[in-house]
């Protein structure tokens, strides 16, 4: 089954802890890209990919890391994390950087509290 | 200039009703509308999208109609069901390859039996 796939669903953890959250995918999408969903403000971009190595910024960056060194993975790193990064993440991916042809495949999220 | 604003923020509807959420945006190069659904706990899925090049476009229920001159679009659910209850997003991109999708700030649905 085409999927993207999130780890942890959930995930609580205390300011200052560097935390790890990863995606993988099994469409050989070159395009992957973090999102946070947060009430009112909808899906705001955090980090996205078009390829191995090919990262860059989104709308909301800071205090986030990415890395792409293989296509399928694309893990998101809080390296210091704060409570106002308390949100939901989804990854997503697609065949292109805009999903025109098949749209963006998500993962199922993963609903990150920093106390 | 590069927002996409959605509206509702939140709807009810009777089931068998007719739901309508709008969007608007202000860049005139985005080519490309599509819409979300997001149901609880899972991620944002594709439902339905148009390009300007037509002015309607409909998938069994689901209904996309878009105004190039006023430079809105909006989805309407025709005999609404309790399943429809989701989040809906409707986005928009451009086809620059430096360009990216931008969300709207959704829409959360629910259908009253």
């Known amino acids: 089954e085409a999927q993207v796939t999130q780890n942890p669903r959930y995930l609580i953890t205390v300011t200052g802890k560097k935390l790890t959250v990863t995606c993988s995918q099994n469409?050989?999408?070159?395009?992957m890209s973090w999102y946070r969903q947060d009430p009112g403000l909808g899906l705001r971009q955090i980090y996205y990919?078009?390829?191995?190595?090919?990262?860059d910024k989104g709308d909301v960056p800071e205090g986030y890391k990415v890395s792409r060194k293989e296509k399928r993975n694309f893990p998101l790193i809080l390296e210091s994390p704060s409570p106002n990064q308390t949100s939901l993440y989804f990854c997503?991916?697609?065949?292109?950087?805009?999903?025109?042809?098949?749209?963006?495949?998500f993962g199922s999220g993963t609903r990150l509290t920093v106390v | 200039q590069q927002q996409v604003k959605q509206s509702p923020q939140s709807l009810i509807v009777q089931k068998g009703g007719i739901s309508i959420i709008n969007c608007a945006y202000e860049n005139t190069a985005f080519d490309y509308f599509p819409w979300y659904q997001q149901f609880p706990g899972k991620g944002p899925a594709l439902l339905i999208a148009i390009r300007p090049d037509v002015s309607e476009k409909k998938e069994g229920r689901f209904t996309i109609s878009f105004n190039k001159s006023a430079k809105q679009f909006s989805l309407h659910i025709m005999d609404s069901q309790p399943g429809d209850s989701a989040t809906y997003f409707c986005?928009?991109?451009?086809?620059?390859?430096?360009?990216?999708?931008?969300f709207g700030s959704g829409t959360r649905l629910s259908i009253r039996p």
């Open positions: 986005a928009a991109s451009s086809g620059s390859s430096a360009s990216k999708i931008i």
């Open positions: 469409m050989n999408h070159e395009y």
């Open positions: 990919s078009m390829n191995v190595e090919v990262t």
């Open positions: 997503a991916s697609s065949s292109d950087g805009q999903g025109r042809f098949y749209g963006y495949t």
